[in-house]
């Protein structure tokens, strides 16, 4: 296993694993985090991990770990790997199980102090209107014509059948719909998963949170996203819901035998992967691409639901209800970009699991008021505590393929979380802290609890001294509702 005395320290936030500390590695890994940050991920196997995936053919340097990092299923959840188009390789397990499991940020000119005593209320609506939970079916029924249509069009359906508004689409990253989607690339059994789950929240780390803005560090940023001191946000976090998984699931299981006939030699199976230009690669990534549409209207389904809510119970108590989108950003996703490497531009395939999208100011894909600044990358805490949001910066472009953190980072698995906390005391603990919880259960809540996770407020700091992201504004939260 990786130790401490294997690292080199570059600055005080950014560390290396040199390709001489394995034979097989074929580019180094770049971490970025502080001392206690780093003493935190030594606990479990994702430097080992990120030091497996530095094998994989076709890398361009580095493979790069953020602050929030933790041990997932082969490739760690917290870290980025380009691979060179079209002659390098994708891997399911280096996007994750739930492929564009992201953040949406609404905004509103709604202030705390007038409606405190309607938060309960909208927290009844909100889990009333936004169903959760394993397994749980939306409101939205979708024949299977209609799901194809989901996966080609992602946001672009929602529009079209009264689910957003056009400014939603231009504030969603590529504005909802991924391209090259192809449904005949799914198996029955995803879609069958997947027909009943459009407009679900599911479980585990998925939320809708009501925040309010705690502090503004970028003033001309926060104003062209509507954000101000005091007033209401409201955060969904979640991907494509089982869909997504047995997309997952199924390639991992076909690229098993794919490993063997391309001749690829692993140090881990489940970074299972297939050369981006073979046919099985091509049928994954378009398979992935519908997943990423399904997530993105999921996601634009709820905020439907959540604007729902929030009329029900503010309609003539407040003179404006409405909530705007700030930005939708995902941090599980490969996609295609250009970076430069070594002096030279490159088209790379970027894996992101657990990693968010961060690119600089300029980035034409961006809306026009959001060009000056950077790319939004919105950063959920822990139940509990604090998110931000945060902007790509140039840096970030040149040391992190244009990525950044996602989230806090587990510091403790789900099952031993629910071994030592119990879900009743903290849900006492968080509504003594005036945080108003609805959640499917008591167990399920203490997965989730603020201490099976690392500081948020560290994390930011790594990636802002880091250069890779920016401050924008802090949002504290007042409600959560929990699958």
């Known amino acids: 296993m990786v130790e401490k005395k294997d690292l080199i320290q570059i600055t005080d936030v950014t560390w290396e694993i040199p390709t001489s500390y394995r034979e097989d590695m074929r580019v180094p890994v770049r971490i970025f985090a502080d001392e206690a940050l780093i003493d935190a991920a030594l606990g479990d196997k994702s430097f080992d991990q990120a030091v497996n995936t530095s094998t994989l053919p076709g890398l361009v340097s580095p493979v790069v770990v953020m602050p929030d990092v933790h041990q997932g299923y082969g490739f760690p959840i917290g870290g980025v790997a380009a691979s060179r188009y079209p002659d390098g390789i994708i891997s399911p397990g280096a996007i994750g199980y739930d492929i564009n499991c992201g953040v949406r940020l609404l905004a509103s000119g709604i202030s705390f102090a007038d409606v405190k005593r309607e938060l309960t209320h909208l927290a009844l609506a909100l889990d009333a209107n936004c169903p959760s939970g394993v397994g749980v079916g939306g409101s939205v029924r979708l024949t299977t014509k209609e799901l194809d249509k989901?996966?080609?069009?992602?946001?672009?359906?929602?529009?079209?059948?009264?689910?957003?508004?056009?400014?939603?689409?231009?504030?969603?990253?590529?504005?909802?719909?991924?391209?090259g989607a192809d449904p005949s690339s799914i198996s029955?059994?995803?879609?069958?998963?997947?027909?009943?789950?459009?407009?679900?929240?599911?479980?585990?780390?998925?939320?809708?949170?009501?925040?309010?803005v705690d502090e503004i560090f970028h003033e001309a940023a926060a104003e062209a996203m509507g954000l101000a001191e005091g007033l209401l946000t409201v955060q969904i976090h979640c991907g494509s819901r089982g869909f997504g998984h047995q997309i997952c699931s199924d390639y991992v299981r076909e690229f098993q035998s794919a490993v063997k006939r391309y001749g690829i030699k692993l140090p881990d199976r489940e970074l299972v992967c297939a050369p981006l230009n073979?046919?099985?690669?091509?049928?994954y990534k378009a398979a992935m691409a519908c997943a990423a549409n399904y997530a993105f209207c999921n996601r634009q389904v709820l905020a439907h639901h959540v604007r729902r809510s929030f009329e029900q119970v503010l309609a003539g108590r407040v003179p404006d209800w409405d909530l705007h989108q700030v930005?939708?950003?995902?941090?599980?996703?490969?996609?295609t970009e250009t970076h430069v490497v070594d002096g030279e531009k490159v088209r790379v395939c970027v894996h992101r699991k657990g990693a968010t999208r961060a690119f600089g100011p300029g980035f034409e894909g961006l809306p026009e008021v959001y060009r000056p600044f950077g790319q939004p990358v919105l950063v959920p805490g822990s139940m509990?505590?604090?998110?931000?949001?945060?902007?790509?910066?140039?840096?970030?472009?040149?040391?992190?393929?244009?990525?950044?953190?996602?989230?806090?980072?587990?510091?403790?698995?789900?099952?031993?979380?629910k071994r030592e906390i119990w879900g009743q005391d903290l849900r006492e603990e968080l509504e003594a802290q005036g945080i108003i919880i609805r959640a499917g259960s008591m167990p399920g809540l203490a997965e989730e609890a603020p201490k099976a996770y690392k500081d948020v407020d560290a994390v930011v700091e790594v990636v802002v001294r880091a250069g890779i992201a920016a401050k924008v504004a802090r949002l504290r939260p007042v409600v959560v509702i929990k699958g």
């Not at 992602?154 to 391209?179: F, M, P, V």
């Not at 930005?327 to 996609?335: C, P, Q, R």
């Open 188 to 212: 029955s059994r995803a879609k069958q998963r997947g027909k009943g789950q459009l407009g679900t929240l599911g479980a585990g780390n998925h939320f809708i949170e009501i925040d309010v």
């Open 384 to 417: 509990g505590t604090a998110s931000w949001v945060l902007l790509g910066t140039e840096e970030s472009m040149t040391k992190s393929f244009g990525s950044s953190c996602h989230g806090a980072g587990r510091v403790m698995s789900r099952r031993q979380a």
């Open 327 to 335: 930005y939708d950003i995902a941090h599980n996703m490969g996609k």
């Open 150 to 179: 989901v996966c080609r069009q992602g946001s672009a359906w929602a529009l079209k059948n009264n689910y957003a508004r056009r400014d939603d689409l231009e504030r969603t990253e590529e504005q909802g719909q991924i391209h």
């Open 278 to 283: 073979s046919p099985e690669g091509k049928r």
